[in-house]
């Protein structure tokens, strides 16, 4: 299967070149040509075991560039690291079923693409026998499982950026007490947008790019989407027979890629009845469903760090596919909100937004609560983010199934939770540790040329 940008001049990429190159070139996001179509697959799939089918899903994408037992076993290498048997359990709780996805290394859904995107990289770059440089942003839980996937490998430096004093404690202690020599945390003073557009930059200087040879871990780069299209189908499968047909899943939402990969799912044939962005205070895409305003404005912290976005990068993904896949619409649309801030799509591209998408924005207050709730009520400890999607789902309950992903251990934001219920979570061994460690990382300017000039000083 061949890839392409979403902005049209980069077209005809193999899936290899694809991983590799991140952004594409003309600054747009890599995409298939096609989505194949699996209806005729569930019953089979659905014996599966979650490595079995990440290899049956990602093959009709992948197709013959790597060798079905090379790929096989990049994944069950990548999932042996999890802590549960099942990589992505579905648990219920009350009315709700919730698709835990923090049993990864570093407790948070990021695992189960970077942990695969790791490896795939590292097969990628021993096959062209060259080296690469990595570099992210993140608002939290991207940057600690880019870290734990790509530490110690051979040919890699990591170059990480997140916002200073806006990631929780736990957070950037799972990334800067990381101290093997390949691996390099910049704390920005900025938000997470701020670091967001300093990397974009970096990737559209295709000078610096190519010197570099940059290499992209956040969700633009498409094998990070590949890999968490599987958990849709794999829950799905989980609450059956409970579900007959279709069932809603609600998506803690900040960078749209967790909800755009349940989008693909359902363009390949999974009976998804909705689609529910939950969003905190940070209300951008809730605003964009709503109404068709897609209008940046503050970044406000909340309890829920990783949501506190107003730039959501896949959603690039999305709008070309509401463009009628027209790559000239597409980037009159984002040339507009680069230079305003604002976008406004009304009409007919909006109903069809609205029959993919709903939204629900969560209060501060509804959040606190909800952990509170399922707490007191079910003994289920819920991190901040998850119960932003929990309680949005309460807004959905009807007949048809509900689940919530769950997208971080609760340990993770311990302040939260504490605040939330009186009691701190439980540590996990790997995180009780932590505070013993020695940490590194190094403040830099929320500008491009600051962190330009610290990978030219590192890696010279």
């Known amino acids: 299967m061949q890839h392409k940008s979403t902005r049209g001049k980069v077209q005809n990429l193999s899936f290899e070149e694809t991983v590799m190159m991140g952004l594409a070139d003309d600054g747009g996001l890599l995409i298939p040509d096609s989505i194949p179509q699996v209806q005729d697959c569930l019953q089979e ?28 076993n990049l994944i069950e290498h990548s999932y042996s690291s999890f802590d549960h048997h099942e990589v992505t359990p579905v648990v219920s709780v009350g009315a709700l079923s919730i698709l835990e996805l923090f049993h990864g290394p570093t407790y948070a859904f ?14 990628f770059l021993q096959k062209q026998n060259r080296s690469l440089t990595v570099l992210g942003a993140t608002s939290g839980d991207t940057g600690s499982a880019a870290i734990y996937g790509l530490r110690g490998k051979k040919n890699v430096h990591v170059f990480m950026l997140h916002p200073n004093g806006r990631v929780s404690p736990m957070q950037k202690l799972q990334m800067t007490t990381v101290l093997d020599a ?28 190519q010197k570099y040879c940059l290499g992209a ?60 962005v939950a969003t905190n205070q940070n209300d951008i895409l809730h605003r964009f469903f709503e109404s068709g305003q897609y209008h940046k404005k503050s970044v406000i912290p909340s309890w829920s760090p990783s949501m506190d976005i107003q730039i959501s990068s896949n959603f690039e993904r999305f709008l070309y596919y509401l463009s009628g896949e027209q790559a000239g619409q597409l980037c009159a649309w984002m040339e507009t909100f680069q ?93 009780s540790s932590l505070n013993e460690k020695e940490s590194r990382c190094r403040l830099v300017p929320a500008n491009v040329d600051a962190v330009r000039r610290e990978i030219v000083s590192t890696l010279v």
């Open 45 to 72: 799939w659905s014996k599966y075991s979650f490595s079995e089918l990440s290899l049956a899903i990602m093959l009709r994408f992948i197709e013959k560039e790597i060798a079905h037992d090379e790929l096989k």
């Open 110 to 123: 990021k695992d189960v693409a970077l942990q695969f995107l790791g490896n795939l990289f590292e097969f």
């Open 182 to 209: 390949n691996i390099h945390n910049l704390a920005v003073e900025g938000t997470f947008d701020d670091a967001q557009a300093i990397v974009k930059a970096l990737f559209n200087d295709l000078e610096f790019k």
């Open 217 to 276: 871990v956040n969700s633009i780069n498409w094998a990070r989407i590949l890999a968490q299209i599987v958990y849709y189908f794999y829950a799905y499968f989980r609450i059956q027979p409970k579900c007959k047909d279709a069932v809603i899943f609600s998506v803690p939402t900040g960078n749209f890629g967790d909800v755009l990969a349940g989008y693909y799912a359902k363009k390949m044939g999974l009976p998804i009845d909705q689609l529910l």
């Open 339 to 431: 230079n305003t801030g604002q976008l406004d799509i009304q009409g007919a591209a909006l109903k069809v937004a609205q029959s993919e998408f709903s939204s629900v924005a969560v209060s501060e207050k509804e959040t606190m609560s909800i952990i509170r709730e399922y707490k007191a009520k079910y003994q289920y400890t819920l991190d901040p983010h998850t119960a932003v999607g929990v309680c949005a789902a309460h807004q959905h309950l009807v007949k048809t199934p509900v689940i919530c992903l769950a997208t971080a251990h609760p340990a993770k934001f311990s302040q939260a939770v504490k605040t939330a219920t009186g009691e701190e979570p439980v540590l996990p061994p790997a995180l």
